[in-house]
């Protein structure tokens, strides 16, 4: 059984840490960065801010274990919180708007409670599963775009990995000739959010993992959207891959992907 107001809870506690983040952006420096892997940055804002989340997640229900981006806290069960502290570090250390706190519930490999807060808008975007998505209190929902060509797709470049690089350049030269135009944020959670919304309408990108997508995707389906991996199937959450539209172009678009992800 969920504690009473969990969502309302969780929601502040995203809140408190994207204004931790938000006071530390005004006097940071690039050197507190610290380097994880290939183009992988972090913290001590992202550490910091886990800490925070994990101590506070765990006093609104402790019956979670945890799946978090800098492991300051590393325990699975039938309930899991799915942290990402900061999605777009490299925009953060970079002083480029669009970083976001993301945070989901998962239950037995359903996500059924997601929040991501957008710091730099002050947008915070949340779902329970089955309640409707809604954005700081009004619903929202997907696009009405019915074609792949009258739509706006988002996507993220790989920073390490690059074996499917040459799929990957033939999906963006195939949506740069055959849509309005292809946006990169650099944060995934807020691509999910902004395609719930109807800001764009589709979005794929690989190389990910669970905290960058678990809250902003089911964001997506209760605004109305689909969410998938590469192969029109549902292993997008440990997948490593995902792929979302509004729902109305789920079929040409994944084709599509299907086409250029499998050569």
Known sequence: ???????????????????FIRQ?????????????????????????????????????????????????????????????????TTNFVHGIPCYAVSIALEYKGEVILGVVYEVSRDECFYAEKGKGAFLDGKPIAVSSR?????????????????????????????????????????????DLCYLACGR????????????????GALIVTEAGGSVCDFSGANNWLFGKEISCTNGFLEKEFNKIIQTQFQK
């Open 200 to 215: 764009v309408d589709a979005f794929f990108e690989y190389n990910l993992k669970p905290w960058d997508v678990a809250a």
């Open 1 to 19: 059984m969920l504690p009473e107001n969990i969502l309302t809870q969780v929601i502040l506690t995203a809140k408190t840490a994207g204004a």
């Open 146 to 190: 019915k074609t792949v060509s009258e739509s706006l797709i988002a996507t993220g470049f790989p920073i390490y990995n690059f074996e499917r690089i040459d799929n990957y350049l033939a999906a963006l030269k195939h949506f740069m000739q055959h849509t309005h135009g292809l946006r990169r944020i650099g944060a995934a959670a807020a």
């Open 24 to 88: 530390e952006r005004e006097n940071f420096s690039y050197s507190k960065v610290e380097i994880k892997g290939l183009n992988d940055l972090v913290s001590y804002v992202d550490k910091t801010a886990e800490e925070l989340i994990v101590k506070k997640l765990s006093n609104i229900f402790d019956k979670a274990g945890f799946i978090v981006e800098e492991n300051t806290r590393s325990e699975k069960k039938e309930y899991n919180w799915i942290v990402d502290p900061l999605d777009g």
